[in-house]
Structure formats: structure tokens, C-alpha cells
């Protein structure tokens, strides 16, 4: 992450997993990514980077089949730890 964001630094990640949960709708797919670190700072950017390769990865490997697909709703879902501390996003709907 530290060589595509500005003000990233490099941090020695213990663990990434990456999610995929296809809807009912059979229309779109929800990735979620979970980053294991062991120091002080919050993982969140290499999270959110995660989740956005993947669905850009997605989108490349589907895009002959249809080129008006979105990516979207990419967001912080909880994290601990850092500066800013805790977060837990509330649900919004069911």
C-alpha cells in the first residue's frame, strides 16, 4: 500500500483474508477483507486497498461479458487499534 498511497508506510502484515459472498440477486457479489497485524498503527488502508484489488481484479476478468458493471459501497466496516482507535460501522438495513 505504502507504493500507491502517498503518507502509507510499510507495515510487516501478519495475515490477509479475502471474503467473497455471492447475493441472491445473482447480480453482485460483496467482498469483505480482514488484515492481521501485530503493531500499534491501523491496517485499515491495506483493508480497504485489499477489497478494491478484488473487485477490480473482478471486474477485469468479467468485463467481456459486461461492461456496464459498478464497483461500489467500498467503506470501513470495523477496525481497532491506531490513532483514531476503535470503529464499528452501525447497520444500515438488514
Known sequence: VDSIIPLC??????????DFQFHDDGRSIG???RVG?????G?????L?????AAL?????CKSA????????????RKSGGKSGNFVREQQGS
Do not use: F, N, W
Not at 491496517?43 to 483493508?47: D, F, I, T, Y
Open 9 to 18: 508506510h510499510p507495515l510487516a502484515i501478519s495475515s490477509i483474508a479475502i
Open 31 to 33: 467482498i469483505e477483507a
Open 37 to 41: 497485524y501485530k503493531g500499534k498503527t
Open 43 to 47: 491496517v485499515e488502508m491495506e483493508a
Open 49 to 53: 486497498t485489499a477489497v478494491s484489488v
Open 57 to 61: 481484479t473482478l471486474y477485469d476478468m
Open 66 to 77: 459486461d461492461k456496464g458493471m459498478v464497483i461500489s459501497d467500498i467503506r470501513l466496516l
